[in-house]
């Protein structure tokens, strides 16, 4: 069973970089046709889609976030990255890593900006 966890910091200054990792276990993050998402929640707010990289490395955005996203990732950790520049109160959120189309999810982490 795949297996996905988030780490990263709770806090994040306004105009910083945020930065996440999502480690997976149990499956190669190169394994063919599987795509790998970031997701986040806002409070009181519904789920969001931030962006997502593929099992050959393909980088995919929301338009919305594209000019503050990047996504990266290290197979030789098997880990995927989310780095979010320019951040603001309204980048308060949780935030998910999850296998794309699949129910295997982290159990999400809360990234809180403020100063």
């Known amino acids: 069973q795949v297996q996905l966890q988030e780490s990263g910091p709770g806090l994040v200054k306004p105009s910083q970089t945020l930065s996440l990792t999502c480690t997976v276990s149990g499956g190669s993050i190169t394994a063919s046709n599987y795509y790998w998402s970031w997701i986040r929640q806002p409070p009181g707010k519904g789920l969001e889609w931030m962006g997502a990289?593929?099992?050959?490395?393909?980088?995919y955005y929301s338009p919305s976030l594209k000019s503050r996203t990047s996504i990266s990732r290290d197979t030789s950790k098997n880990q995927f990255s989310l780095q979010l520049s320019s951040v603001t109160p309204e980048d308060t959120a949780v935030y998910y890593c999850?296998?794309?189309?699949?129910?295997?999810w982290g159990q999400g982490t809360q990234v809180t900006v403020s100063s």
């Open positions: 990289i593929a099992y050959e490395g393909t980088m």
């Open positions: 999850a296998r794309v189309n699949t129910p295997d």
